[in-house]
């Protein structure tokens, strides 16, 4: 099975500043990365998918990029409805497999 | 809009059973395959089981198999998860999902997820 490994596992951050979040497969998976966005007490929601698509509804502010091995996530001017944990998943190849999380607080 | 909405969560003691159900509604459910995923308390995502839109292919991890039958009923719009055999460490809430998705090639990713329902084993 491909490891996805992310980092950093907590973060902390100030309003209005741009973060960025890594994911690194263990092997090649070409663009097939999705990342998922959980708010404290919620279920997960696609907000990326193949690397860099934005799923449907999901703001601009977001944006994904990277392939092979070593993915990210950004968040432009981050706000307050962003604290959230956030997961990547590669969707490349069966079976999936997820990263392990990375939480984002306000600092 | 599209809606998933889990159900028949609870607590159960460890070696019995246990079926989840899962109501989809705003799509046309026989056009897509399902997913299920769990998460442990304060844990991260695990796959569990996916099923093809038509019933007809089944996967499972090695965590799960032959214990876990994931199945679907497309004139109800519903796909279950029965579950056997259970342990501690099936504790955790488990999701419905929509995917992977299939258009040229089956692209691993799922697009909705229900609220979840929380599965707790334990005696």
């Known amino acids: 099975d491909i490891q996805m490994t992310q980092s950093p596992a907590s973060l902390s951050a100030s309003l209005g500043e741009t973060v960025t979040i890594e994911c690194r497969a263990s092997?090649?998976?070409?663009?097939?990365l999705a990342w998922y966005q959980q708010k404290p007490g919620k279920s997960p929601q696609l907000l990326i998918y193949n690397a860099n698509n934005l799923h449907t509804g999901v703001p601009s502010r977001f944006s994904g990029s990277g392939s092979g091995t070593q993915f990210s996530l950004k968040i432009n001017s981050l706000q307050s409805e962003d604290v959230a944990s956030y997961f990547c998943q590669q969707c490349y190849d069966y079976p999936p497999t997820f990263g392990g999380g990375t939480k984002l607080e306000l600092k | 809009e599209v809606q998933l909405v889990e159900s028949g969560g609870g607590l159960v003691q460890p070696g019995r059973s246990l079926k989840l159900s899962c109501v989809a509604s705003g799509f046309t459910f026989n056009n897509y395959w399902m997913t299920w995923i769990r998460q442990a308390p304060g844990k991260g995502l695990e796959w569990v089981a996916s099923?093809?839109?038509?019933?007809?292919?089944?996967y499972y991890p090695d965590s799960v198999k032959g214990r876990f039958t994931i199945s679907r009923d497309n004139a109800k719009s519903t796909l279950y998860l029965q579950m056997n055999s259970l342990r501690s460490e099936d504790t955790a809430t488990y999701y419905c999902t929509r995917g992977p998705i299939t258009t040229v090639e089956t692209e691993w990713y799922f697009d909705f997820w229900g609220p979840g329902t929380m599965v707790t084993v334990s005696s």
């Open positions: 092997e090649d998976i070409y663009n097939g």
């Open positions: 099923i093809t839109n038509t019933g007809g292919t089944t």
